[in-house]
């Protein structure tokens, strides 16, 4: 059957981030070891260039050969734990992964053995996933562990980013300054402004001290080279040595407000799921937004003509979550009883009141088996016997 077929592309447009965050540390451990190469390879060519041209004694020469030894056996030394702490499970977790991704297009129907299990591991995947965002880091590792999908999930690279997060509402800059470091070639080609937003917090925490020398200090060091970018928000920002955090001036007391410190939480998490390749928005949300957008109908948004049965009229629930999704367009309209939630059609065709309001045939039949033979509309208050209702038939 055509429902229980599985659709590959739209489902492994869900799957790219499992592929690419391995890759993506992948791509960054080997510049690393290439970085590492290249200032050694070159150092050994200068010292052998040296050493050729210039005529050395054997002691000297044997000095100079020696220290070349050494250097090579430094950078193999290097290479051997990247490659052993880094390279290696990193390669294991892509294994893994584009094993997992094979198995499913192995699939042709979700009724195929071997696909339902499939299936709990992706819903486990989303889980863990939803959990690291939302800091649950203890069930996220519980759950990883007892089904065995710690190398699918990315723990690590959320509890780096956990971490810069809490410092931030520690109101601490230094943790997030030194992932801007260690990430800094990565950074500079994506043109974000973080590090220049974490400076310019450390430094309005020091005016907010009253640290005027500090301050100052500050800027001749950490601003002067963003003159060309920041000329703007530098000189704006100076005048916070005049203006302490009790200034009725709204331009500084702007400066001044402790949300700031939120608004660089949000930014951090921005660059950084961009860096690591993560989506913004959790799997598990991005999975259920393809169904709640199927579903949602304008009548959704009418506190009058919500459904029981649906998700997307639910406003504590899901219908949070289908606030931002647009609504689907149906060519042929499905009618829906408001009193039992079933779909009405030939087998339960709908009934009318005389005011309009429509029912289906089983809702009113058990209504009236209840109430002597009367029925009430559910939205008007208005009561009848059943046999005045008039059938409706749908064309």
């Known amino acids: 059957m055509d429902v229980c077929k599985v659709n590959h592309e739209a489902s492994l447009m869900l799957e790219q981030p499992l592929i690419k965050v391995p890759y993506e540390q992948f791509r960054r451990n080997f510049k690393a070891s290439q970085k590492a190469i290249e200032r050694d390879y070159q150092a050994l060519q200068k010292e052998s260039a040296d050493a050729a041209k210039n005529k050395r004694s054997s002691e000297q020469a044997l ?25 290696a499970p990193v390669q294991a977790s892509m294994r893994r992964r584009l094993n997992h991704v094979s198995a499913f297009e192995t699939f042709a129907s979700t009724e195929q053995p071997g ?36 190398d699918l999930v990315e723990i690590n690279s959320f509890s ?10 520690g109101h601490s800059c230094t943790e997030a300054l030194a992932w801007c470091s260690q ?10 402004t973080l590090e220049f937003d974490l400076r310019l917090q450390e430094y309005i925490e020091l005016a907010r001290s009253r640290k005027t020398n500090e301050a100052m200090a500050y800027s001749r060091k950490h601003f002067t080279s963003y003159l060309e970018t920041h000329a703007k928000e530098v000189t704006h920002c100076m005048g916070l040595l005049a203006c302490g955090p009790d200034t009725p001036l709204a331009r500084y007391k702007r400066l001044y407000d402790p949300s700031r410190w939120e608004t660089l939480v949000n930014s951090f998490r921005t660059v950084a799921f961009n860096l690591y390749s993560l989506p913004i928005e959790p799997l598990l949300h991005l999975a259920l937004y393809a169904g709640l957008a199927s579903l949602k109908l304008p009548a959704c948004s009418d506190g009058d003509c919500t459904n029981i049965d649906c998700p997307t009229c639910d406003s504590k629930g899901l219908g949070q979550l289908a606030k931002s999704v ?21 087998d339960n065709p709908p009934m009318a009141f005389s005011n309009g309001f429509v029912y289906s045939t089983n809702g009113l039949k058990e209504m009236a088996s209840r109430n002597d033979g009367q029925v009430t509309c559910p ?9 005045s209702l008039r059938k409706v038939y749908i064309t």
């Open 63 to 87: 000095k100079t050969l020696d220290g070349m030894i050494n250097r090579v056996e430094g950078l193999k030394r290097k290479l051997e734990d990247i490659q052993s702490s880094d390279n």
């Open 115 to 150: 696909f339902a299990g499939w299936a709990d591991t992706r819903l486990d995947r989303w889980l863990v996933d939803w959990s690291l965002r939302n800091g649950k880091e203890d069930t996220a590792r519980t759950i990883a562990k007892s089904r065995g999908i710690e």
């Open 160 to 169: 780096s980013i956990r971490r810069v997060e809490a410092a931030l509402r």
């Open 183 to 192: 990430n800094k070639v990565a950074l500079a080609k994506t043109k974000t």
């Open 326 to 346: 647009p609504m689907s367009h149906h060519v042929n309209s499905t009618i829906v009883c408001r009193i039992t939630g079933e779909i009405m059609n030939e």
């Open 379 to 387: 939205r008007t208050g208005f009561s009848c016997d059943f046999k």
